[in-house]
């Protein structure tokens, strides 16, 4: 086969692809396909370039009906890896479409995992944590500094991705989930533990409002001041490990866990260790 | 403090646009527009008050700050809480007579918001179910290889589902909800118990979302030593968030160069090892 005759995908169809999963990746979202439909029609313009005869076409576009979902924004670049196997199909048919299929589903869950923690875990509560201080006091500072900031990120992030993953093909499957890709997560989830430490200190506040007071009315132990004396911000952490404990160890769903939050509050409320102080 | 039908309409508006099957893909609708901090914003200038707006925002993004939703199940979709949850707040701010950027403000928007928040589970799976219908005419298009229907059941017709998903649930809660909330006033008096154990839970709220954002990076004990030393940065030295995210920078750029050491020694005393690693975080569990 020579040189000349070799197909070559447009970067105006890649940008096209690109564009078309960046707004419809979910869209059309049931249980029961997920992301199927969104992956259709992101790969629609690279099948009606590569193949120019309708049969080849609709052969191409079977192999993406399978069922997909991932985690969308790190997801990206598995779109990418597809755009350029079905390249290579394309160009000299060695790939079949169980080869494609194959990657895609040994994809989807890595990806999802990796990408669940890394953006909607650690990078999205960074940048909502900085936006939160700027917010403070009713200004809309920190809410514009997190559009901005989390929509160039996301934007240039997933074409960058897309478009590393078509560069790459299969190639990027092994940077993401090899020793490199372990030790940069690793790295990033320091940051994102440290980070949600400081949003957990500076924004969360479990104050008791127990004291224990002598016969002429004079408070001789305030129990919150006592708690500071020894960290500051104990009772908040405390309930954080206390709800972490319950999702985590006991298995507990979240919603489970607000409804014991809401029965301790009751009794804390019934028994004078919770006191919001509130009146007319 | 009252809803119209226009300032309701617009609500649905962006409660369409940020919802998880998103309606401007998910970085634009559901990771920016559907968080509570933005909603905030966006509810601040449509019912003319940005500060309780935006205060009513941040209370209840800490509650949700790490909503994932692993395999598409959601136990709280975010288009109640940030377009029907805040804009209920922040009437119910205003009929309680609060500083909108007083503490008790914000306990009470955080307990309201979360209470709406179930809705939002309902609205999803709606939403979910009657996207199959448009998925149905795309199977049948696609076997008739009349593939050009796909971006019309891809990004056209998913809009019915959000207008009676999405659209009409926050009309009508947003612009009834309002004097609902206002006549609870009257009901529950604030020294009640009710009402200090509702603001007990708003300040106790946000623990389970910061609890669900450990759960993704603490799989052994010693995972939680990078939170308190967070947590000490901030509570005991006062620093800011800025500030602790660019200490936190050193700790990972030894973190890395270190694991990029340890992997290199191994490979030369290995030169077969195993690089494929995957992460053990796919079951997380969402908010």
């Not at chain 1, 994809?107 to 669940?116: E, K, N, Q, S, Y």
């Not at chain 2, 909800?177 to 009402?195: E, F, N, Q």
């Not at chain 2, 308190?228 to 660019?246: H, I």
Request: charged letters at 15%; one cysteine or more.
């Amino acid at each position: 086969m020579d040189n000349l005759e070799k197909k070559k995908i447009s970067r105006k169809t890649l940008n096209k692809s690109f564009h078309y999963w960046f707004y419809g990746h979910l869209t059309a979202f049931s249980q029961e396909h997920m992301q199927t439909f969104g992956y259709l029609t992101s790969m629609l313009p690279i099948v009606e370039e590569l193949y120019d005869n309708k049969e080849d076409q609709e052969k191409a576009m079977k192999t993406y009906t399978a069922f997909f979902n991932t985690e969308p924004q790190l997801g990206t670049v598995i779109v990418g890896v597809t755009a350029s196997l079905e390249e290579a199909r394309a160009n000299h048919g060695n790939v079949d479409d169980t080869t494609i299929n194959g990657l895609r589903a040994g994809l989807m869950g890595p990806i999802a995992g990796i990408g669940d923690s890394l953006v909607v875990g650690t990078l999205i509560p960074v940048i909502l944590g900085i936006a939160l201080g700027m917010s403070d006091g009713g200004s809309p500072l920190g809410a514009i500094f997190y559009i901005i900031v989390w929509n160039l990120l996301g934007y240039f992030g997933m074409r960058f991705a897309y478009f590393k993953g078509y560069e790459l093909g299969d190639k990027a499957v092994g940077i993401l989930v090899g020793a490199q890709g372990k030790a940069i997560r690793k790295a990033i989830a320091t940051v994102g533990g440290m980070v949600v430490g400081g949003v957990a200190a500076t924004w969360v506040t479990v104050k008791t409002s127990f004291k224990l007071t002598n016969s002429s009315g004079k408070a001789y132990l305030v129990l919150q001041d006592k708690l500071d004396s020894v960290y500051p911000g104990l009772l908040t952490a405390l309930f954080i490990v206390l709800c972490w404990w319950l999702m985590a160890k006991k298995n507990i769903s979240p919603i489970r866990v607000m409804l014991i939050l809401v029965v301790i509050a009751l009794i804390g409320v019934l028994v004078g260790f919770f006191n919001p102080g509130l009146s007319y | 403090m009252t809803i119209s039908w226009v300032q309701a309409s617009i609500l649905g508006i962006f409660a369409s646009l940020s919802s998880m099957p998103g309606m401007a893909g998910s970085t634009i609708g559901n990771y920016t527009l559907g968080r509570p901090l933005v909603g905030g914003l966006v509810c601040g200038l449509v019912l003319g008050d940005l500060k309780t707006g935006i205060a009513a925002g941040v209370a209840m993004q800490l509650v949700y700050i790490a909503l994932v939703t692993p395999g598409g199940t959601v136990s709280a979709d975010l288009r109640a809480v940030s377009y029907i949850g805040i804009p209920l707040a922040m009437v119910a701010i205003h009929a309680q007579g609060l500083s909108a950027t007083s503490g008790n403000a914000a306990d009470l928007a955080k307990s309201m918001g979360t209470l709406v928040g179930t809705v939002g589970t309902v609205l999803f799976y709606g939403t979910a179910t009657m996207n199959l219908v448009w998925q149905h005419i795309g199977w049948r298009a696609v076997e008739k290889g009349q593939f050009k229907k796909l971006y019309l059941v891809d990004w056209g017709l998913p809009w019915i589902s959000h207008f009676f998903f999405s659209f009409i649930p926050t009309l009508f809660m947003t612009h009834f909800g309002s004097s609902a909330v206002t006549a609870l006033k009257t009901a529950l008096p604030m020294d009640g118990i009710p009402m200090k154990t509702l603001f007990t839970v708003g300040a106790l709220l946000p623990c389970v979302g910061i609890a669900i954002l450990l759960k993704q990076i603490v799989d052994s004990p010693l995972d939680f030593i990078p939170f308190f030393v967070g947590f000490t940065f901030a509570a005991s030295l006062g620093l800011n968030l800025v500030s602790v995210t660019v200490v936190s920078l050193i700790f990972a750029m030894i973190s890395y160069k270190l694991d990029m050491a340890i992997s290199t020694n191994r490979q030369v005393a290995s030169p077969v090892s195993n690089t494929s690693m995957i992460a053990d975080d796919e079951e997380d569990e969402d908010i």
